[in-house]
């Protein structure tokens, strides 16, 4: 994708005022690791309202801050977490899954071959036929058209040389990736947390 598409997708940041005021599915809290880290940029790491005060009351977590809304019980008011951090460090794995999704991400959600963003799927390097494996090394993701006319040749038989040669990411190389895909929603009280390959707007 480029970046001036990324730029289109800036993430926009709702103010405190703006809190929801219709449904309490729409106040997800930000999940940060003990050391203020978001647990995952891509998909971001949120929990639903209802997970964070449970963790809250089983003292998992601490609250770094609040929505303006409140839960009640004939008891007790709570303001709703915004953002709060795990009081035990979770250290990620060094590799992640090799699933679909996370060859998309390390390959940005575009084709390998020609860089569209449309009618994705994923494309053996060297076919199977010709002994190519089912690896990180050796899978990229292609659009429907360009998995067609490459068929089962090589992209140097084929003329379509790769954009990028595929490899192995890590975590660190995903989550990095995934900086750059904001979601369309942003709690103003995140914005100390996050930090985006893109431009911000308020």
Not at 84 to 108: C, G, H, M, W
Not at 110 to 122: A, D, E, I, R, V
Not at 184 to 198: A, F, V
Request: charged share 20%.
């Amino acid at each position: 994708m480029l970046k001036s598409e990324l730029i289109e997708r800036a993430a926009r940041f709702r103010s405190a005022e703006g809190d929801p005021s219709r449904h309490l599915n729409d106040c997800p809290a930000l999940v940060l690791n003990a050391d203020y880290t978001p647990l995952s940029y891509y998909p971001l790491s949120l929990w639903p309202w209802q997970t964070a005060i449970k963790a809250v009351f089983l003292e998992r977590v601490d609250i770094v801050a609040s929505y303006a809304r409140e839960v009640h019980s004939p008891s007790w008011t709570m303001p709703i977490p915004s953002v709060i951090a795990l009081r035990q460090y979770v250290k990620p794995s060094e590799f992640p899954a090799f699933t679909r999704f996370n060859l998309f991400l390390r390959d940005r959600f575009c084709c390998q071959y020609c860089g569209s963003p449309n009618n994705l799927t994923f494309d053996h390097v060297v076919p199977r036929r010709l002994g190519g494996r089912t690896s990180w090394e050796n899978v990229a993701t292609a659009c429907a058209p360009c998995n067609l006319k490459k068929g089962g040749r090589t992209p140097a038989q084929a003329k379509m040389p790769l954009l990028v040669q595929p490899i192995r990411p890590t975590n660190w190389h995903l989550q990095e990736r995934g900086r750059g895909f904001p979601p369309n929603y942003l709690h103003e009280t995140w914005r100390d947390w996050l930090y985006w390959d893109i431009e911000l707007e308020a």
